[in-house]
């Protein structure tokens, strides 16, 4: 996802909601599922490029029968 003036606050820094919906979208890394969540490494600012990734680390009964 790149960094578009309009997702910038009062510090020129990206508004943390932006990275929580890139964290979100990312296939099997949802924050609200058991055991995720979000890794904030740096502030990004206009123009950066931020990449989300994902990686099961555990299977569990329920996430087995979909």
């Known amino acids: ?3 578009a ?4 606050n009062g510090h020129e820094t990206t508004c ?3 990275m ?3 964290a979100n979208t990312t296939p099997a890394c ?3 599922a058991a ?3 979000i890794d ?4 990004a600012y206009e ?4 990449v989300g990734s994902a990686e099961e680390r555990t299977r569990t009964a329920a996430a087995s029968a979909t």
């Open 20 to 22: 929580s919906l890139l």
């Open 40 to 43: 904030f490494v740096d502030r």
């Open 47 to 50: 123009g950066d490029v931020l």
């Open 1 to 3: 996802m790149t960094v």
């Open 35 to 37: 055991g995720g969540g």
């Open 5 to 8: 003036s309009v997702m910038a």
């Open 30 to 32: 949802d924050r609200r």
């Open 16 to 18: 943390g909601g932006y």
